[in-house]
Nanobody, 119 residues
Framework: QVQLVESGGGLVQPGGSLRLSCAAS????????MGWYRQAPGKQRELVAT???????TYADSVKGRFTISRDDFKNTLNLRMNSLKPEDTAVYYC?????????????WGQGTQVTVSS
């Protein structure tokens, strides 16, 4: 069973940058699609970005052009580079694997990492 631990969150001013990391305790080499989700206070969790094992990426419209997702299957890590951050990016960010039908794997949810964008 894979365990996922997110890190790299913090408080940043609008326009700033952060790099989130997700460390997997097991191998993610066989997981085709990995993704980053976020949940803002009072809102449902949303999918922010995905990356396949062959490097194809997708992004939510709200982060397109500002966020970059990447993975390193040899180091079992998933990353999210976030630039030009906005207050509406404030949320707890989670990484997870996606099933073949595009749903997150419930057993893999970690504690997440808090990102707060505020002046």
């Amino acid at each position: 069973q894979v365990q996922l631990v997110e890190s790299g969150g913090g408080l940043v001013q609008p326009g700033g940058s952060l790099r989130l990391s997700c460390a997997a305790s097991g191998s993610i080499f066989s997981i085709n699609v990995m993704g980053w989700y976020r949940q803002a206070p009072g809102k449902q969790r949303e999918l922010v970005a995905t990356v396949t094992s062959d490097g194809k990426t997708t992004y939510a419209d709200s982060v397109k052009g500002r966020f970059t997702i990447s993975r390193d299957d040899f180091k079992n890590t998933l990353n999210l580079r976030m630039n030009s951050l906005k207050p509406e990016d404030t949320a707890v960010y989670y990484c997870n694997a996606l099933t073949p039908i595009g749903l997150p794997v419930d057993a893999y949810w970690g504690q997440g990492t808090q990102v707060t964008v505020s002046s």
